[in-house]
């Protein structure tokens, strides 16, 4: 048996035994060095950083391009930092799943500090105020999801805790934002070194995204007095603090039940998953998927790790907004937002069973291949064909990687702009396109309103995932009746005209028709939304 903890130089042969590939570098000694000159700060220690960054620089630790670890720091629950960091030595154990069952196990050291970086523990802000002073600090990159970098309410307003902020100024910030600017201002006072701050989040324009919330709170401390021009003048410029754009594609679910039973088994013991007070899924290790891409805007004024021999690619800002459309309009959310769709009203309980499913094998091949691959803007980085061919052959059959449809589900009345209303768009600009001659993804957005009348495709009410708008929308289609004659356009055209959720009037385009033609397939009876899917592909097919 081992463990974390365990001396894996002097006892490479009980991982070994294990199947767990260990590091060839000294922990303390790394540790020691990052103490004298810290290079790299990580926010958000959970499951995708474990996963993701911390072996990004545990290779070029191995390679000898980085000579200092990461210093995690969290904001968010403080018992990842107490539970899953400080008493395993803040190691980790990632295990790479595939879909043919076979398992990837490598032990990281690779991080050297683990913080909880609020004011609720005032020695560990402490700390952070040190490091962010050295002037060998080169990034601080960012895994806080969209929500990390929020400073408003629905409305548009300020929310409470940014106006308290504001209002209080830097010495004690209580959010994600004000407390990243008040570190800055240590900063700035201390020499004024560059900087980079790069959001690995995922969504589209993170960069600009952190910059925004970065100059709003910095904006708000000039406007109370607290801050100066000059300040600003440091944050504004990009030879100074730099926000580069990236994009970035890693599932890295919860740990996985079954992942822990086969690492017990396997004689790990470290294998037990850890549910806090927050709500927090995680473990000792994490579980992740085999494919993975990191697309990096190269701006970094005060230097970087090689990150390129870890397998970032690193390019210009064109490039990575090409890669990151490419994803999310055209090779992976809208054949997820499909999938997640029928796999709603068809029952699925799980992303890889709908992947036995040849038929929504064959409507997101469809989309991916037939529909969008056309249209798409090729990033040359990575190659869009391929991309599609990974996710469906490689990471969305994996069993091991427990996503739900009804997770991908959530909101997705604000993903349709953009997963669908893009590639529409594109035959609408492009000569030599015609959207009318689209039927994969109106039959998903028919597919859309079925699943909006919350019954499945055998009459049995259920729960739609949240969406903003889901009350608005089901107005619509709540009173339709599987079997019974409808007025489908009247229900429909208020919908369908609604640029907002489109991007088009859908009949404009010559999809309107299209969407109702197959929404009235869909709610003929029971059985209907499978019927519909199949007569598609059958007329397609020939």
Not at 96 to 102: E, I, L, S, Y
Request: proline fraction near 5%.
């Amino acid at each position: 048996m081992v463990k974390l903890t365990d001396d894996y130089l002097n006892n490479k042969a009980a991982f070994a035994a294990a199947g767990i590939k260990v590091p060839t570098y000294d922990q303390d000694k790394l540790r020691k060095a990052t103490n004298e000159h810290p290079r790299w700060v990580h926010f958000g220690g959970g499951n995708l950083f474990r996963a993701f960054h911390a072996a990004i620089a545990n290779t070029l630790i191995e390679k000898g391009e980085l000579d200092s670890g990461v210093i995690v720091a969290d904001t968010y629950d403080n018992s990842v930092v107490d539970g899953v960091y400080k008493p395993f030595n803040d190691r980790v154990l990632r295990v790479v799943t595939k879909a043919d069952g076979n398992f990837d196990k490598e032990l990281f050291a690779s991080v050297t500090e683990s913080l909880f970086a609020t004011q609720a523990r005032k020695e560990d802000w402490k700390r952070m105020q040190e490091i962010f002073k050295a002037p060998s600090l080169q990034v601080v990159s960012f895994s806080i999801t969209e929500k990390g970098y929020n400073l408003k309410t629905v409305s548009g307003e300020l929310n409470d805790i940014t106006k308290a902020d504001l209002a209080a100024g830097p010495e004690a910030p209580k959010g994600n934002m004000a407390g990243l600017v008040s570190l800055l201002l240590g900063r700035f006072q201390n020499g004024a070194t560059p900087l980079t701050l790069m959001s690995t989040d995922n969504f589209s324009n993170n960069g600009d995204k952190l910059k925004d919330s970065v100059l709003t709170v910095a904006k708000g401390w000039k406007e109370n007095g607290f801050v100066g021009q000059d300040f600003l003048d440091y944050l504004e410029d990009d030879k100074k603090i730099s926000f580069p754009l990236s994009m970035i594609d890693r599932i890295t679910p919860n740990p996985s039940e079954t992942v822990s039973a086969k690492l017990k088994d396997s004689g790990f013991e470290d294998y037990e998953i850890i549910h806090t007070a927050k709500h927090t899924n995680i473990a000792p290790f994490t579980n992740t998927e085999e494919v993975h891409y990191l697309v990096v805007e190269d701006n970094f004024p005060n230097g970087r790790p090689k990150f390129e021999d870890a397998g970032v690619i690193m390019t210009d800002r064109k490039t990575v907004g090409e890669a990151d459309e490419m994803k999310v309009t055209t090779c992976l959310n809208p054949l997820h937002t499909s999938l997640a769709i029928f796999g709603s009203v068809l029952r699925f309980k799980s992303i890889s069973d709908e992947l036995q499913n040849d038929d929504l094998v064959g409507v997101i091949k469809q989309i991916g291949y037939v529909e969008g691959l056309p249209v798409v803007t090729d990033p040359k980085v990575i190659n869009p064909k391929e991309f599609i061919d990974q996710l469906v052959t490689k990471r969305l059959p994996n069993p091991y990687i427990p996503d739900t449809p009804q997770r991908i589900a959530t909101d997705t009345s604000q993903k349709i702009p953009v997963r669908y209303g893009v590639t529409i768009k594109q035959y609408v600009d492009r000569d030599g396109f015609d959207p009318s001659t689209l039927e994969f993804i109106p039959l998903t957005i028919a597919g859309w309103f079925r699943y909006l009348m919350a019954v499945d495709d055998e009459g049995n009410a259920f729960e739609p995932s949240p969406d903003p708008m889901m009350d608005d929308l089901k107005k619509y289609v709540g009173d339709i009746k599987l079997g019974e004659e409808t007025d489908v356009h009247a229900h429909l055209k208020d919908v369908l005209t609604n640029t907002s959720i489109f991007g088009q009037d859908l009949y404009a385009v010559g999809l309107g028709e299209k969407v109702e033609n197959y929404f009235s397939q869909m709610i003929a009876g029971k059985g209907a939304i499978v019927k519909t899917i199949e007569d598609a592909l059958a007329k397609h097919a020939k």
